[in-house]
């Protein structure tokens, strides 16, 4: 992978039974239970046997509906630092999910616009 490269991508929705419908339709997806702790949090996107994305029940919380693009950085904690300078906000700080699916963090670039970046450690 490398630093600027679009990696994954979360669509969250107030209806996930009909998201899951509509783009299994429309794109073949299939999906698969997402629970790296324990809780299922929604179901990772499959295609062509690859896992590309997150669908997940969202009703206006704090990541709000819609789909977020997450970009690959090498150096999540520079990258972080590095978007505060240039005038993002820091939604959701640096965490670790897992070591399999590696550590993320939820900016707002100075437009408004949410973005994710995404690392294999924290």
Do not use: N
């Not at 994954?8 to 997806?29: N, S």
């Not at 993002?88 to 994710?116: H, K, N, W």
């Amino acid at each position: 992978m490398k630093t600027g490269a679009v990696e994954w991508f979360d669509i969250r929705t107030p209806d996930p039974a009909t998201a899951k419908h509509f783009y299994a339709e429309l794109f073949g997806w299939t999906y698969r239970d997402f629970a790296p702790l324990g809780d299922v949090l929604g179901v990772t996107i499959w295609h062509d046997d690859r896992e590309i994305g997150l669908l997940s029940e969202s009703a206006g919380t704090a990541g709000g509906v819609g789909t977020l693009l997450y970009v690959f950085v090498e150096d999540l904690a520079a990258a972080v630092h590095k978007a505060a300078e240039l005038g993002a906000v820091v939604r959701q700080a640096p965490s670790m999910m897992d070591e399999e699916s590696g550590a993320f963090a939820e900016l707002v670039d100075p437009t408004g616009v949410p973005i994710g970046v995404w690392s294999t450690t924290l």
